[in-house]
């Protein structure tokens, strides 16, 4: 029995030299209040998000005529938290010295904690669990977890220091590679947000701000319905579909995402022989939902909801890579009172302003590239994320 109980304070991934048990304590034996008060130092925010910030690292804007008198001094290391917002994740141990508000409950650790570990520990599902029951309050809003109650929450720990701030250091070095791609990928979205300002023409105007070298001539003014015709697939019915399936069936609401129905891969055979079917490369439009929204065809298996999910079936005049980006600039004239769609003679009668192929194929290829770097840094954060949370539940007990 005593070996089972063991067992279960075990983790499933360790470094390597720990093999002891973790051992069971209540917070109240590792961490004590700190009611130190100042008003002349760094003012400190804590936020489920973030943790432990500086205030003047926020957008949010203090109140700059409001008292400081009662704020709470905070040292390296010390655990805040925010007592209505704790069942959240509202906690972090600081690595700043600074004050917080009234509303935070600073937990001072002693010698046997290692803050860096119970930064992650105490953000923990379980333990989450356990700050709403014992927080005193009738509702989520008004729930309050004061400090007494805090320390009555029993956790379970390494025995060894050095244990904890592996784990700790671990945590914090997988946290700065996140912020690392967080950081580039919001950068490149900046990026790509300016550089479609700046090298498309705006306001009537037929040259843009910035272009490659050579091109000087002015852009056209045209329709796309210039370039050629709307295409959707032949539409697929309710009893033609099934939960499983040889092909994905992909209605507006799972546009891009996820498919929620299938079809049998004869159907697919059959329709896609029959009627228009997009080519690899095709840019697939969303005519309602989100309307608007672009998704590149990469030639998969997938049947795609007919009036829904359209694309324009263009000549020889418009270069794809330029079609991304141009659709971004367009802003589609949308009827119906109430539920908006783009109907076909929308995306035929919408104007645009092109230039010649060459330049054409310049700007797509960079927009692809800035794109493919975009996509790159999405997939590393989420790959990062992913580890994180297999860790945070494998790494603890």
Not at 5 to 33: C, M, N, S, Y
Not at 309 to 331: G, Q, T
Request: glycine letters at 8%.
């Amino acid at each position: 029995m005593v070996e089972q109980h063991e067992k279960t304070l075990v983790p499933q991934i360790r470094f390597a030299g720990f093999t002891d048990p973790w051992e069971q304590r209540k917070l109240g034996e590792l961490f004590e209040e700190s009611d130190e008060r100042a008003s002349d130092r760094e003012i400190l925010s804590v936020s489920v998000a973030n943790g432990i910030y500086p205030a003047s690292e926020s957008d949010r804007e203090t109140n700059p005529g409001a008292s400081l008198a009662n704020y709470k001094i905070v040292h390296f290391g010390d655990v805040v938290y925010n007592s209505m917002r704790m069942w959240q994740g509202a906690v972090d141990a600081s690595r700043y010295d600074g004050i917080v508000s009234p509303a935070y409950v600073v937990a001072r650790p002693n010698s046997e904690v290692y803050a860096r570990f119970f930064a992650r520990l105490l953000r923990q599902p379980m333990l989450l669990k356990q700050y709403q029951q014992v927080s005193q309050g009738n509702s989520k809003d008004t729930q309050v977890l004061k400090f007494d109650d805090f320390a009555s929450i029993g956790i379970s720990m390494p025995v060894s220091e050095n244990e904890q701030r592996q784990i700790g250091g671990f945590f914090d070095r997988l946290d700065s590679l996140i912020t690392l791609h967080q950081r580039k990928y919001d950068k490149l979205c900046v990026l790509k947000k300016s550089m479609l300002d700046k090298m498309f023409p705006k306001g009537g105007s037929l040259y843009p701000e910035i272009r490659f070298s050579g091109f000087t001539d002015p852009w056209e003014q045209r329709k796309l319905g210039e370039f050629g015709s709307v295409a959707m697939c032949k539409r697929i019915y309710k009893e033609q579909t099934s939960e499983q399936g040889d092909v994905p069936f992909f209605k507006i609401g799972t546009f891009g995402a996820n498919p929620d129905a299938f079809i049998s891969n004869e159907l697919f055979e059959d329709f896609k022989c029959i009627y228009p079917y997009p080519t690899p490369g095709t840019l697939l439009i969303s005519a309602a939902g989100s309307i608007g929204r672009v998704v590149e065809y990469q030639g998969e298996k997938a049947y795609f909801q007919d009036s829904n999910i359209v694309w324009l079936e263009h000549d020889h005049r418009l270069n794809d890579a330029f079609l991304k980006p141009l659709y971004s600039r367009i802003e589609w004239g949308l009827e119906g009172s109430t539920i908006k769609r783009l109907y076909n003679k929308d995306l035929l009668s919408a104007e645009v302003t092109v230039p010649g192929g060459r330049e054409q194929k310049e700007i797509g290829q960079f927009f692809a590239k800035l794109d493919n770097l975009i996509t790159l840094h999405q997939r590393k954060l989420e790959l990062l994320r992913n580890i994180k949370k297999s860790m945070l539940d494998k790494m603890f007990v």
